[in-house]
Structure formats: C-alpha cells, structure tokens
C-alpha cells in the first residue's frame, strides 16, 4: 500500500482511499456489507471462498474483492443482479452437502452462511433434499475444540491461523473433492495455548468449543467490552453474559476483541476460560466469625477495630481499577496506615510466553507501581490490624485481627465483606506497555455488591 | 512401527534437494521414494517427510490423502486407476467401470484379491481416451474387450 490517495467510485459514489489497499478490507471497514468468509484481517486474503464477489468496469468477468487493490479510476459495483445471482449460485454449492442443522448448532445467529442465506437464499423446497454425503459431527480436536465436518465450508481460516500466526501448522486440508475435510495429523491432538481462537475465526458453526457448546443460545447473550483480568497484558475481550428474570447475571464466554496496540485479535485460551473464576466461590454474604451479620453491625465493627488498633496494615489487590487504588492510598492516609500491594505471589513464570502471556498474572500490577503503592511484604505483628481488599497473599497471613473485602472466599476468621468482582465494577487499568484502558461495569449482581470505592465511602461516613 | 529413510534414499534426497529453491519442494518426492518401496506411505513416515520438507505432519497428511497416487493403505499387486474425468468419460471410461464391476467383481476404492480399483482425476492422457494406469503404466485406447484381455493375461 502506498501514501498516495486516490479516488474510486463504488456503486457509483465517489469515494478516496490509500492506492494499494485491499478492495476488500475497505468494503468492510466502511460498512459495506459483502458476503465474505475466507477474508480476515489477521489472515489476510486467501481467495478461496468466492463469496466476495464485485463487478469491476472493465473485466468482463465479476473478480473477488479481497484479490483487488484499489487504483486510480477503479469502478466498482457491489450490487449488480449479476453479482446477486453469483452469491446465490456459491451458497447453493456451499448447501449442497451442509446438514442444515442450525436448529441445535451453536453458532445459529452469528453465523456467516445462515446471515448470508437470508440475504440471498432461493428458499425454494426440496433444494436442499437431496442426498448427502455424511462426515463426522463430533471430532475432537483437543484444546477444547470440537469440529463437526459436515458444516465446514472450507474456508481455511482455522488452518491459516496456525500457519500464519502460531506457525505451528497444527491443522490440515486432507482429501479432495466433497470429501475433502480439516484434521488434524493423525493421533494427534492441537497443542497451541491460543487454539480456541478458531472459534472465533470459523465463519459457521464448524468449529465449535466445548466449553460453550449447547450452553446457551446467542440471541439470549448480551455482549459488553471488557478488558481481561488473567495477565498484565490487560488483552480486550468481549464479555457476553445473559441475564434471566430475576436472577444473577451469569457470564457464559470470552471472545477476543481487537486491539491493535495490546492484543491485535487474539487472546490465550487461560485467558478466554477465565470466565468461570467469576461464579465460582464468591463472597455473597457479610460475616464475622462464620456467621451472618447485616451491613450495620458491619460498619460499626470496621469502626471499632480500626479504633482501638494503632498499627493498620492495608493490603489492595492489584486487580483493582487505578481509581479504586486511589480511593485506598486516600483512605490509607486518613488512617495513617501502612499500604502495600505485594506483587510476588502473582508471579508464574510458566504462564509467560513471546506471545501475549505475561509472567504477572495479575491485570494492574503495573497501575500499583505507576501510583507508588509499596509492592514489598509487609511485617505483621499480633497488635496489627490487616485490612485486605481482594489480595492474594492475605490467605496465607495468619492473624486474628482482620478485615477481609473479598470477592472470593478465603480461610478467615475476622470480618468478611463481600466486594464487587472487576466485572462488576469499572474504570482505568494499566498494562506492561502503559496502556491505560477504561474497562467498563459489566454485570450487576442479583443483590447488589459494593465496590471498593462505594465501601470505604459507607465506612468512611461512620468513622 | 517406525519409519526412516535409508541411507541410499537419503543420499539420494540430498542430491535432489540442490534442484529446489525451498524444501517444502521435496514434498511430493520424498512421498514416492515411500510410496515406491512400502507400496503405501504409513501414518509414522509423516515425521520424517515434515522434518525434511519443513512442514508439518498436518500438511503432509493432506498431500498424502489429496493424490491418489499416493496411498495410506497398502495397494493390491495390481491398482487399478481409472480415469474419470471428462474426455474418458465421453469417450466410454463408465463402460470399462461396469466391465470392473461385473466382470471382475471390483468397486471402486476396494480390493479383490489382486486387483485394487481406484477412480482417479485426469491422467493427462486425453487424447488417447479412455486410459487406465495399471501401477507404473498406462493403457491407452481401451475398450471393455481390451480391458478384459490386459486383466486376464494378468491373472
Ligand atoms: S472449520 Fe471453520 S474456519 Fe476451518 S475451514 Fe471449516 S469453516 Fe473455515
Ligand atoms: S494473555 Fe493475559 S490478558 Fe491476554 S487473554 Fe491471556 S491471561 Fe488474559
Ligand atoms: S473473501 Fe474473497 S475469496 Fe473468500
Ligand atoms: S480425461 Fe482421462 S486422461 Fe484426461
């Protein structure tokens, strides 16, 4: 691609664009809407679906969008019958042999053929009623990724993420023909820690992952942006969750979102099936010595404790949001308490890679050092007060005198309050690169949890 | 069971790879030299072509599976391969198939004693329609009767 602008005419409007870019790219980056499924902008063009057909003056036969560059005086047209019939014609050769199972296939509703079809399917009966060949439905590619033949249409995403990406080549095209189907070698299963992205990058239901398949429907999934907690690589995600009549939200998957400057389009499958982390083991409920007391007595207990200690120990978890950490070095102040965010247990050097994981499996560690929070571990004698905010290393502190704002439960005989989880919480993280990104609230709880900043405000109003 | 090239057929390799720009060319080489002398190319050579050709063992399996010169089975003594595409159709390859088939008792992608019948893609041999290649050689010009006489003298 060149510097140099130049002006094209698509549908008959004039428009202006880089010399040398891909047709293609620039069709979908403007919010043209061309059938497409070999096309990714991680993968680049392959040329091998066809579907993105265009009418170029000029060329006596349409050509594929993904394989032109734009030049000066390109005349393009997206929407001749021309190009209507062809798009009909490829999706009938792509039916041909497809099960039409989108009734129980995961993918209904985010499915590139089944959007496609109800643009520009014949809808006629009996055209899909002919004898098919029948493939395997359920084969098992490891790493949580299932691969049903008969809907796979061949577009090679998933084996052009592995050679182009990873460079592992885990994946293959074997046979020919109708027969002609993705595998992997044989007996072998897919290594990669980033293999689930190819279920992101199936354009149909073929590629499937395990964890979500037959969980739930898509239509029923809201999705919001997020930014993943697992590693100081802080990649983007999008959460999507659902939320039935009066229940808690519940998060059903991960999917990677792009990010040029942190993740590009992936993240790593720990990453991505961290979403669990978030119903399992939480905090619901306020307790002081195993059991049940309400919000008042809470308060004023907090109150005392802090009263008659002299010492204060406050430990925050560098998984909190930059303003959340600011709220607790201005409390830790008013307290004249000693404030610490020790970074060393979240270290593991064996998650790391060259890729995107992070050797601190932790979201804002480098938030905690760019506010000058002391990472070091704190002394802790029997006349300390230790007040922790969600901190790693407080399950192993063993003292009596505690108060613990947790999201998950840990051992603790002191006082435990329930503290709201990142996602459902908001605001500012700070990644290994200092990328400063905004992660907003994503989940409501069924009983609303207070966040750091809403519970030193609470306690803040009492003491 | 493993699998390694000899000696001879690595010295040989060698030689050839000084004919290519890249490695990934001895593919389809290195496939024969397996194919040639094991009559099928087994599963565990897979590694020792990848390693080679410096691809993956998922790629060469798709080489492998796309030709069909190439076989994960061992062949019969004879294999049959005959032409289905186009010009051998017009010219009568469907007649030589119900000959197999009747005759001879043989379906295709199946073994019957001897005889392996295999349907194949043009066999660059149009002009001469309808052909078979039987192992190394090809059968140009058939008729059934043809056919039938090349088989029987066969067997
Ligand atoms: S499994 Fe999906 S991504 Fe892979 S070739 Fe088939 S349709 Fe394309
Ligand atoms: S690399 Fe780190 S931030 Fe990215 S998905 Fe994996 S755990 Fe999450
Ligand atoms: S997107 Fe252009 S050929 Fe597949
Ligand atoms: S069509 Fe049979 S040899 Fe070409």
Not at chain 1, 152 to 160: A, F, G, N, Q, T
Not at chain 1, 300 to 313: A, C, L, Q, R, Y
Not at chain 2, 132 to 146: D, F, G, H, M, S
Request: charged share 25%.
């Amino acid at each position: 691609m060149s510097s140099k602008m130049v002006e094209f005419t698509v549908n008959g409007k004039k428009l202006l664009a880089f010399e040398g870019l891909n047709l293609l790219k620039y069709l979908l980056d403007n919010g043209y809407n061309i059938p497409h499924y070999c096309y990714h902008d991680s993968l680049g063009a392959d040329g091998n679906c066809r579907m993105c057909m265009v009418e170029i003056k000029g060329k006596k036969r349409p050509q594929i969008a993904c394989d032109t560059l734009i030049k000066e005086g390109l005349e393009v047209n997206t929407n001749t019958p021309t190009i209507k019939r062809l798009r009909e014609e490829i999706l009938q050769m792509q039916l041909r042999n497809h099960p039409v199972d989108c009734p129980v296939c995961d993918k209904a509703g985010e499915c590139y053929l089944q959007n496609y079809y109800m643009d520009y399917g014949l809808y006629k009966e009996g055209k899909h009623k002919k004898q098919k060949i029948k493939k395997s439905k359920n084969i098992e590619f490891g790493r949580n990724v299932v691969y049903d033949e008969e809907r796979c249409i061949l577009c090679k995403r998933c084996v052009r993420f592995f050679a182009n990406i990873t460079k592992t080549n885990e994946l293959g095209v074997i046979k020919r023909a109708n027969h002609s189907t993705i595998s992997t070698a044989p007996n072998q299963k897919l290594q990669s820690q980033y293999a689930m992205n190819i279920v992101d990058l199936c354009p149909v239901g073929a590629l499937l992952s395990s964890d979500f398949k037959f969980k739930q429907r898509v239509w029923f999934l809201q999705s919001s942006p997020s930014i993943c907690h697992g590693c100081t690589k802080n990649c983007n995600i999008t959460i999507d969750y659902s939320s039935t009549k009066f229940q808690a939200e519940r998060i059903y998957r991960y999917k990677a979102r792009r990010n040029e400057d942190v993740n590009g389009y992936f993240i790593c499958d720990e990453g991505r099936l961290s979403y669990k982390e978030y119903h399992t083991n939480r905090v619901t409920q306020i307790e002081y010595k195993n059991s049940i007391i309400d919000f008042k007595e809470a308060i004023s207990k907090i109150g005392i404790e802090i009263f008659i200690h002299k010492d204060i120990v406050i430990l925050a978890s560098p998984n909190l949001y930059i303003e959340e950490l600011e709220s607790i070095i201005k409390w830790s102040k008013k307290l004249n308490a000693r404030l610490y965010s020790p970074l060393e247990c979240y270290k593991d050097k064996e998650f790391a890679d060259n890729w995107l994981k992070e050797e601190l499996r932790v979201a804002n560690a480098y938030g905690v050092m760019a506010l000058e929070i002391d990472t070091s571990t704190p002394d802790i004698s029997s006349d300390t007060l230790l007040i922790n905010f969600d901190h790693k290393l407080a399950q192993d502190i063993n003292t009596l005198h505690r108060i613990d704002f947790i999201t998950h439960s840990i051992n603790s005989q002191g006082l435990i309050l329930p503290l709201a989880s990142w996602v459902q919480s908001s605001r500012h993280l700070i990644n290994s690169s200092g990328i400063k990104q905004y992660a907003p609230k994503t989940l409501v709880a069924n009983k609303p949890i207070l966040t750091v900043t809403e519970w030193i405000e609470a306690i803040g109003g009492d003491i | 069971m493993s699998f390694e090239f000899t000696k001879e057929e690595l010295e040989y390799i060698e030689e050839l790879s000084q004919r290519y720009p890249s490695p990934k060319a001895l593919m389809l080489p290195l496939l024969w030299i397996i194919q040639n002398r094991l009559k099928h190319i087994p599963t565990e050579a897979f590694k020792a072509v990848a390693d080679i050709t410096k691809t993956s063992e998922a790629q060469v399996y798709g080489v492998v599976t796309f030709y069909t010169m190439f076989t994960l089975k061992p062949t019969a003594k004879y294999h049959i391969q005959l032409c289905k595409t186009l010009s051998c159709n017009l010219c009568g390859s469907k007649e030589l198939l119900n000959l197999l088939k009747e005759r001879f008792n043989l379906l295709p992608n199946q073994q019957n004693g001897d005889f392996q019948l295999t349907l194949v893609e043009c066999l660059g041999s149009c002009g001469t329609a309808p052909v078979v290649q039987i192992n190394n050689r090809l059968y140009e010009n058939l008729t059934p009767a043809k056919l039938q006489k090349i088989l029987e003298d066969f067997s």
